[in-house]
């Protein structure tokens, strides 16, 4: 009975954290007024940031011929991925 509460507790939330972004924004920038939705907007851009990183740090790690992803292929990563995002 224990590991069914220990998994439940682990199930990962399926809704974004809207309160908290908007909370967030509103306390960085109180001069923006936004509109509705825009909470989900910067949640994705931030899950797709973290994919991106993601896929660029296994391949910097496959490159240098290693098994284990280590902190040099995460920074590696980067400062590839915020060169791109640059435009």
Same mark, same amino acid.
């Given at each position: 009975?224990? @590991? ?5 507790? %682990? ?11 908007? #909370?967030?924004?509103?306390? %960085? ?6 509109? !509705? ?7 994705? #851009? ?7 990183? @993601? ?8 490159? #240098?011929? !290693? ?8 920074? @590696?990563? @980067? ?5 791109? !995002? %640059?435009?």
């Amino acid at each position: 009975m224990a @590991a069914a509460v220990v998994a439940a507790a %682990r199930v990962l939330k399926r809704k974004a954290p809207r309160g908290f972004l908007r #909370n967030l924004i509103k306390r %960085r920038k109180p001069q923006l007024h936004l509109k !509705s939705g825009v909470d989900l907007w910067v949640h994705l #851009n931030c899950l797709l940031f973290l994919h991106r990183l @993601a896929e660029e740090t296994r391949m910097q790690a496959f490159q #240098n011929k !290693s098994r284990i992803i280590k902190d040099k292929h995460i920074i @590696a990563a @980067a400062k590839v991925i915020l060169k791109k !995002s %640059r435009g």
